[in-house]
């Protein structure tokens, strides 16, 4: 089986620019979480998708916004990119079911210059 | 991560044991974990252990939780070369909230 795919794998972009990241969770996952990982540090929350609805907000600015699809799939968008949002943006999905097995995508490495 | 420690640094003879600790702070924390990051990679979860357990064991690897301390540790037997990575410890602390708050981090270095 798949597990969690998240496009595209790296990405450079300029101070003040727009930037989409994309997650695909596990097939009959249906919640999906987004977490910034900062080099050197642990991931930090950003956001819980489940069933289309926010779930859960971490400590992150207007900046960040994310949307759950029909599919389940999802969208983490950041706006006016600033030096600090260079990251390891990482999605991880999870089975209702089974909520307490989060399993994370490979990453999306993103640059600000 | 500021609510979950963990040393910086392990390093661990090939074929010995590793045990990374690390503590939390919230006793309502619900399940927790330990995950693996290999270079370049995203995590993989090892394993994980709910808050009224003690231990649990799967193959070589161990997690003994301590809930008096709030002290966590992984075991891992038998240390291989595959086992250089950063280990995660993260806690759940809202039932039904997916959110994890994870540690800094623990680099286990193997010395052959």
């Known amino acids: 089986d798949a597990g969690v795919t998240q496009s595209p794998t790296h990405l450079i972009k300029t101070r003040g620019q727009h930037v989409t990241l994309r997650c695909s969770p596990i097939s009959g996952h249906k919640s999906v979480s987004w977490y910034q990982q900062v080099l050197g540090q642990g991931p930090q929350f950003i956001f819980q998708y489940y069933e289309k609805e926010e779930r859960g907000r971490g400590n992150f600015p207007d900046r960040f916004s994310a949307r759950q699809f029909p599919n389940y799939s999802s969208e983490l968008n950041v706006n006016a990119l600033l030096l600090g949002d260079s990251a390891l943006y990482l999605c991880?999905?999870?089975?209702?079911?089974?909520?307490?097995?989060?399993?994370f995508g490979p990453g999306t490495r993103l640059t600000v210059t | 991560g500021e609510d979950v420690e963990q040393s910086l640094f392990l390093s661990v003879r090939e074929g010995d044991s590793s045990v990374i600790n690390c503590t939390y702070t919230d006793s309502s924390s619900t399940y927790l974990y330990w995950y693996k990051q290999e270079p370049g990679a995203g995590l993989q979860l090892l394993t994980y252990?709910?808050?009224?357990?003690d231990m649990k064991q799967d193959q070589r690897l161990t997690v003994l939780l301590n809930k008096k301390d709030k002290h966590l540790s992984l075991r891992i037997a038998d240390t291989q070369t595959g086992d250089s990575a950063i280990y995660f410890c993260?806690?759940?602390?809202?039932?039904?909230?997916?959110?994890?708050?994870f540690g800094t981090g623990t680099r286990l270095t193997i010395i052959p």
């Open positions: 993260a806690e759940r602390r809202d039932f039904g909230n997916e959110k994890l708050t």
């Open positions: 991880a999905s999870s089975d209702w079911a089974l909520f307490y097995e989060q399993y």
């Open positions: 252990i709910f808050s009224n357990m």
